[in-house]
């Protein structure tokens, strides 16, 4: 569970406020409250080692929404010896961390260490980030932030390099309604109240919030505040949690990490002949704002790199979803692009072309002083004709087949072969038309032997 930044954190568990939201009264004070992580705090593990033997080094919590970032930050506060100074990045310069780094300074000065806590600090600018790194790296404060963004795209190296990254996962289904359980019983939370609420409903509520702890609870406390009341107490009706449960914004940040996510399964869906799953990942992107043209230039690079010539239509199909989208935009367009994305699922599949570019460009990058055969030259001025330029070059629409076994690479590779066809689809008709090509180039060279 997490909230936005407030003032410093006592070590002193305080008597909740009963007017706050369910979520902050029923924030875990301690380890043993704190749901789900075991990996992380369960007992033996790094982090709760470093928690109870007051050894907290810097770090960033990094996980999505509702997973216990803050909660875990204050429960740090309450198990150390250190001041805790909390605040945000959204709302905090450059000026105001020089100002809590001189608190920090008097602090030492006394005997005291300062661990400084920074929600969403992916939202910190470089020069804020930097103004960081000196005082994380002298020991003056202890940095624990939390992202909910991947910390190796939105913070610079040498800040994170001086911090350890601990991954927080959403909360596991059981977890969520332990948690409801213990709200509906704890005086902290609903326990004064009689509420009517079954199994089925609780599981609901935890299935729906994808493993967000804030959310869980914020639609407890709605559903209860909406229901009827009488002398047996509240009772929550279907109808009242369903209309309670409006929808959940989709997991999605168009400029964040979960847009290469996205992206990426949606890619390997098509690459792995899965239209199913491919029109989920591509709803995903649509229904969250995404631009339509961004899965439509990744559908056109797909159609080359994992079909290529196995069906060289996929390439224009896919040239035309890109274009309806241009032409059409969201949301009229969804279903050009849907008929891509199935096209490409279903297409045979060949990685041989992006195969034959890689073989061709590390050689193209390991010969760059091989010259262009003179048989191959143009021949545009009297010196270069005096030089041999287009000396020994054989016009193939001469030549019966319309082809030579003229060499085309540089003397050195002169025997390399890049594209190599696969089984798949129109392929298979392609390698059996280099094999025809390899046979009349033979016996064209034969034939020179013989003269």
Request: aromatic fraction near 6%; proline fraction near 5%.
């Amino acid at each position: 569970m997490e909230e936005e930044p407030a003032a410093p954190v006592s070590r002193d568990t305080l008597e909740p406020d009963m007017n706050a939201p369910l979520a902050d009264r029923m924030r875990p004070q301690t380890l043993e409250e704190y749901m789900g992580q075991k990996a992380l705090v369960g007992p033996g593990h790094a982090l709760r080692q470093m928690i109870e033997s007051d050894s907290v080094t810097s770090m960033i919590l990094w996980g999505p929404p509702g997973v216990g970032k803050t909660t875990l930050a204050r429960i740090i506060a309450r198990g150390t010896k250190s001041r805790f100074v909390n605040f945000s990045a959204v709302n905090t310069g450059v000026r105001d961390i020089r100002v809590i780094m001189q608190e920090a300074e008097k602090a030492r000065e006394a005997g005291i260490h300062t661990i400084l806590f920074v929600d969403e600090i992916h939202r910190f600018n470089k020069s804020q980030q930097d103004a960081f790194l000196p005082y994380v790296e002298s020991g003056l404060v202890t940095l624990i932030g939390a992202t909910t963004e991947n910390p190796s795209f939105e913070l610079n190296s040498a800040l994170l390099s001086r911090c350890r990254v601990f991954t927080l996962e959403g909360l596991k289904k059981e977890d969520l309604i332990r948690l409801l359980e213990r709200a509906l019983r704890d005086p902290r939370g609903l326990g004064s109240l009689k509420v009517d609420i079954t199994p089925e409903q609780l599981a609901n509520i935890a299935g729906y919030a994808h493993g967000d702890a804030r959310f869980c609870l914020n639609t407890l406390e709605m559903a209860v505040k909406s229901s009827p009341q009488d002398v047996e107490g509240i009772h929550i009706t279907d109808e009242i949690l369903s209309q309670t449960l409006s929808r959940k914004t989709m997991m999605y940040d168009k400029d964040g990490e979960e847009h290469y996510n996205v992206i990426s399964a949606f890619h390997k869906s098509i690459r792995n002949s899965d239209p199913d799953a491919a029109l989920y990942w591509l709803a995903r992107m649509l229904e969250a704002g995404e631009n339509p043209l961004y899965p439509a230039r990744r559908m056109i690079r797909m159609a080359s790199e994992d079909i290529g010539m196995a069906d060289s239509r996929a390439l224009e199909i896919a040239i035309a979803a890109y274009q309806a989208a241009q032409f059409l935009g969201m949301p009229e367009c969804n279903v050009h692009l849907a008929h891509c994305a199935v096209y490409l699922s279903l297409a045979p599949k060949s990685n041989e072309m992006e195969n034959a570019y890689f073989a061709a460009r590390d050689d193209a990058r390991a010969t760059l002083d091989q010259p262009v055969p003179l048989h191959l030259r143009n021949a545009e001025t009297r010196l270069m004709q005096d030089l041999g330029y287009g000396n020994g070059y054989e016009y193939s629409h001469n030549y019966p087949h319309r082809m030579t076994d003229m060499v085309c690479l540089p003397e050195g590779l002169k025997h390399r072969t890049y594209y190599h066809p696969s089984d798949q689809g129109s392929e298979t008709a392609v390698r059996r038309r280099i094999a025809q090509i390899h046979a009349i180039k033979d016996e064209y060279a034969r034939s020179r032997r013989k003269k």
